[in-house]
Structures are given as C-alpha cells and as structure tokens.
C-alpha cells in the first residue's frame, strides 16, 4: 500500500503534540562520540533483581495480572507510600504502571479537562508540556530563578485556578532539590483550592544533600491534595523494564487507572514480582550506586570548574548538572557544534523556553568519560570565540 493515496491527517491531539513538543530526538551517535546525554544510569541492574524475573518467568508469571497492580506488590507500596506519609496507604490508592511516564500520563489524562490549566516550572521534564497538550490542556510555565529554584511569587499568581501542578523533585534537568520551604509554600498557595499536584519523585533515591530529602507526601496541607508519581528506573537502574507507580487520593487513582487500563493493560507480571524483590532486598544496591554518582558529580564539577565562560550551580539531586554560558549561541546550535567536537549534551532549550542559555550534562556516566567529555566541551566553547 503506497501512502500516497492516503488523504491522513494525525488526530489534532497528536498534532498539538507535535507543533509544540521540545523534545528533541537525538542524533545518531557516530565512533568516538562520547556522550554526557543520556538519562538513565549505566549501571546494570542488579544481579538479584535480574534474578527474581528469571524465577518469576520459571515459576508461570507469564499471565495478566489484576489491571492495577499485582496484589502483594502493590500491598508492599502502599506500605512504602504510608511510611513515607505517615498516614494508613491503601492499596486501593496505588496504580502499577508501565514506568513513570504512563503514571505521568494515566494522572494528567484523568484530571485534565480541554482548556484547564496546569502550571510547571520552566524549565523541566518535557515530557508535561506534552501530555498536557495531548489532553488539550493549557500549559503555564512558570520560569525558575537564576538559582534554579522556584520563583514563589510568580508560582502563587499562575497557580490560581489552575486544575494541576506538575513538577519533579529532585528536578531533570537542573539537579536541584526542591526544600521543605518551597514544598510548603506550594501548600499555602493551594490551600482551599481544589487545585492537585503530581509529585514526580523520579530521582527521589540519588540526592547529595545534608538535609534528609522532603517528599511532597511529607508536607502537611501537600500531601492530601498530591499524586505521587515514582518509577523502579532511576533508583534500580531498571529504565529497560518498564514499571513505575501513582499513588494518592483513592477517586483519583481509580480515575488514572481507567486510562491506564484502556491505554495500556496490566503491566509485566513477571516485572512486578522483580520489582518485590528489589523494593526488599535493593537498598544496599541503591546506596552503592549513590555513591558512586557522588563521585562522579564532584568529578563533574571540577572539570567543569576549569572551563572559561561556564557557570555551574552545584547540582544536588538526580544526576545532572544544568551549566550556563556565555556564549550568544542558543543551546541547541551548540550543541550542534559540540557533537562535532566529539560530546553530546542536551539543550537547555528541551526543557522549556527558559532552559535557553544552559546545557544539561548527565554525570550517569563512566568517570573517564566525564573527564574527557567536560573536556571536549571545553575545546568546543573555545573554538566558537
Ligand atoms: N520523570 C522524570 C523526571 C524523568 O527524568 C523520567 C525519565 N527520563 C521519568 C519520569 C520517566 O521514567 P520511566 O518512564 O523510565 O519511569
């Protein structure tokens, strides 16, 4: 069949998506390219997580399960959520999903109306922007302050009579974590609103700070109105196996696990029982691997410390760093640019209009490669002057 004789047009959602979306593919990688672009670790997962799926496989998980979740994983979550929130989880209020993006997309299908508003910082994950704009929903970015952090007063005008307020802690692409302060301020300025909020707590496992990391969930006046949206990806290293979770208020999760079941079906069922074992056995897994990403921002930073014209907030969550420069050159051209000098990194610009100016490097990387990625950009940034 030529599709010539095809008078297609792709469904006006998908294309609101496509007029608007950042999201860049990326470019083919060519040898010796060494790339500061991904997001995910490159860790393995581990040996015993691997292990559990081989046995569930072996032991007949090979069938559907219940559409919101095996029953014993989804009991060991709730547990999970409760303790972090310190109130009874049940699980009637957790929803097994294909990763963190169909968490993402089964909460702001399930809230969002053609023509409600939902507000994000700019810049962010722009994976938002564009499910909002699949739901026909209006987005209102809200552009963070030079420090990275939320600018309240503008948060606190956007945020009135919006239906939703999306946002990841620790945040991709700048790193930073978001404090008690801020996550309390959110709460005063939803207060009596019917206003909810989608928690993405993504990279909530790989934070470099002192101060205990705040989940949304924690924070009286938040957590009664949040969707807590978390995925086995980042903390695990299981981005390949595709399982996340929502968790929240119980009409609302029922309402997101209409859509996931109508999109998506139940997940893996060999997956969830891998995922048990990970929630029970993983955490020295988790600690390991948050060291070692430790090392490698320190390492990270130092490099980039040397490189004229380039200024970096010291990231503390996730594993990016968001760098500004000074050269007039948007983002995405130079990054254009830097490839040819043998790095790949991201555009600020991907993640929303005020991402313009910065670059976002991963430092989920191998230690040498960071070194002399930095490097490479380094050179590249030279050449332009
Ligand atoms: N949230 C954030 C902030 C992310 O960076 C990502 C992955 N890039 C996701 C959610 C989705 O991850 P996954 O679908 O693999 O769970």
């Not at 083919?28 to 015993?48: C, H, K, N, V, W």
């Not at 909002?132 to 009135?160: Q, Y």
């Not at 300025?189 to 969930?217: C, K, N, R």
Request: aromatic fraction near 6%.
């Amino acid at each position: 069949m030529t599709s010539s004789s095809l008078a297609f047009q792709p469904s006006e959602a998908v294309q609101r998506v496509e007029r608007t979306s950042l999201r860049t593919a990326q470019p083919q990688s060519r040898g010796g390219l060494i790339s500061l672009a991904m997001g995910e670790p490159d860790f393995a997962t581990p040996p015993r997580i691997r292990m559990a799926a081989a046995q569930a496989l072996e032991d007949g998980h090979t069938h559907y399960t219940d559409p919101q979740g095996d029953p014993e994983l989804r009991a060991a979550l709730a547990e999970r959520v409760g303790g972090l929130k310190g109130s009874a989880v049940t699980p009637g209020q957790i929803l097994v999903t294909h990763g963190g993006s169909a968490a993402l997309a089964a909460a702001i299908l399930a809230v969002v109306n053609p023509g409600d508003r939902v507000v994000f910082p700019d810049p962010t994950y722009s994976l938002y922007a564009d499910l909002v704009n699949l739901a026909g929903g209006i987005c209102v970015p809200v552009p963070l302050r030079p420090d990275l952090h939320w600018d309240l007063e503008a948060l606190a005008e956007a945020l009135h009579g919006a239906a939703l307020f999306v946002f990841c802690n620790p945040s991709n692409p700048t790193g930073a974590v978001h404090t008690a302060e801020e996550l309390a301020a959110l709460a005063d300025f939803t207060a009596d609103s019917g206003t909810l909020v989608l928690a993405d707590e993504a990279y909530s496992e790989l934070v470099h700070t002192d101060a205990p990391f705040v989940s949304a969930l924690q924070v009286p006046g938040l957590a009664e109105r949040t969707l807590y949206c978390q995925t086995f990806s980042k903390s695990y290293a299981m981005t390949g196996w595709r399982l996340g979770y929502l968790a929240g208020p119980q009409e609302v999760i029922a309402a997101a696990a209409r859509v996931h079941v109508t999109i998506n079906g139940s997940a893996n069922s060999a997956v969830q029982r891998a995922a048990l074992t990970a929630l029970n056995t993983a955490d020295a897994d988790i600690s390991r691997m948050r060291q070692a990403y430790g090392a490698r921002r320190t390492l990270m930073l130092d490099e980039l410390s040397r490189v004229k014209g380039v200024h970096t907030r010291t990231p503390q969550g996730a594993f990016y760093a968001f760098p500004s420069y000074d050269a007039s050159i948007r983002s995405a051209d130079l990054v254009r640019h830097l490839r040819e000098h043998g790095v790949a990194v991201r555009p600020g610009s991907e993640f929303g209009a005020a991402g313009e100016g910065h670059l976002r490097l991963s430092y989920a990387a191998a230690p040498k490669d960071i070194v002399e990625g930095v490097r490479r950009l380094g050179r590249g940034l030279a050449a332009l002057t």
